[in-house]
């Protein structure tokens, strides 16, 4: 037998085979986590829930690790539980289940620092508790999640194909994937965090607002008291421009703010004797002025005050105006008034028209409805008086949400007279004209 020596060759021992094939094992599962890092960026910033976003994170890293069983488990601000938020070939252990954390110090979470493997039950113990839970048997590899406030979470693996146990390179490795899966944790506990923030400060403002309606009617309310004949009237007219501002598309705070406005848009009355609102016969000029100067006497009020809604003052002083510029005080046109100022106006119309007045009775629904669209778009916006209008038919068909008149009323007009008078509406707007394709 030939020595391979002979032939220039030297026999190369099983150890120093054993080292390439090793490096080239560690090469191997470096780059996988590497392209899982690289992952984790565009998964966890699309538009998906994160919970999606999360599981198939948790997919990649079982891949990258050869791992059967994993879990991804976000740890609370108060260290007192851990939330399943993904799961990877754990059956007991399903998303969203959450692991109170009775009997376990804050401060072992607050210290821990790499990825454990093999997992004691010591380990065990300090980050999970006394807890008899199946799914604890089969974690093999913990990686705590932390970034530079505390911790936020683990990274659990378990059993991986052909039972292979977790080394040293699987450490380095996990050192290297740890804090981008705990910035991910981090983001989403900022962004719940945020989002209950503005929960809780919506359902403030709205509290806020329901306390500033029901101060505003009831100072609407006092106002009212001037006149048997005006009781309910502010009221009324806030209802009545709430209504068609939101029949208008206008959104919650703009609505409001109109409501708001309309509940003050006679606050100038309490300055002006009484005995005017109740004559019946016809006003002399001085007393005529008396009335009128409400809207600047009103202006003067409000305008003192800090509301919330910059709309307020403007209605006050311009609720008389007219869209051909023969209202008061200013005498204003249409393209000169603010949208709350044109409804509040339509409103405070369409309001005193349909109610008893020392000087007249209330007129029905449809001759006012008829009314306010004779006198568009001359004196009233024509858009303000659809928008009544498209509310009135709700209100008939029994649709509305929030109803503009009792049921009583609506009786006094139809949809069919709604849809004819819309339909006249839109021919004083064309001119009647005819226009086809």
Known sequence: MHCLRCYGLVALSLPSLRLPMEQNSKLVRLFAVLRTVADIGPVATSEREFSD??????ERVAIAFDAEQAAILLLDGNITKLTCVAAHGLPALSPNSVLPLLEVQPQSWQLARGPRAPVRAQDIQEFFGSQDLPFLSSIQC?????????????LALGARLGRESYGATDIECLDILAPHLALVLHNHSLAESLRHQIADNLRLLSSLHHSYDDALEAFATT???KDQYLRGHSVHVARFAAGIAGTLGMDEEEV????????????????VDKQ??????TL??????????????GHQIVSSVRFPWPQVPEVVRWHHERADGSGYPDRLHNDELPLAVRIVAVADTFDAMTSDRPYRGSSSVATVCHELVRLSPTKFDSSVVQALLVHLRRDVEGKSETRLLPPQRTTQ?????LDRLSC????????????SA
């Open 256 to 271: 409001a703010g109109i409501r708001a406005a309309g509940h003050l848009h006679d606050i100038g009355k309490v300055t």
């Open 142 to 154: 913990l990686a705590p999640l932390r970034v530079n406030t505390g911790p936020v979470g683990m």
């Open 284 to 297: 002399r000029p001085e007393e005529f002025r008396a009335i009128a100067d409400h809207t600047v006497m």
């Open 53 to 58: 976003s999360v599981r198939q994170i948790l």
């Open 413 to 417: 007009i139809t949809t069919a007279d």
């Open 223 to 225: 106002i009212d008291c």
């Open 424 to 435: 006249d509406l839109l021919g004083r707007l064309t001119g009647h004209r005819a226009y």
């Open 276 to 281: 005017f609102f109740s004559k019946a016969s």
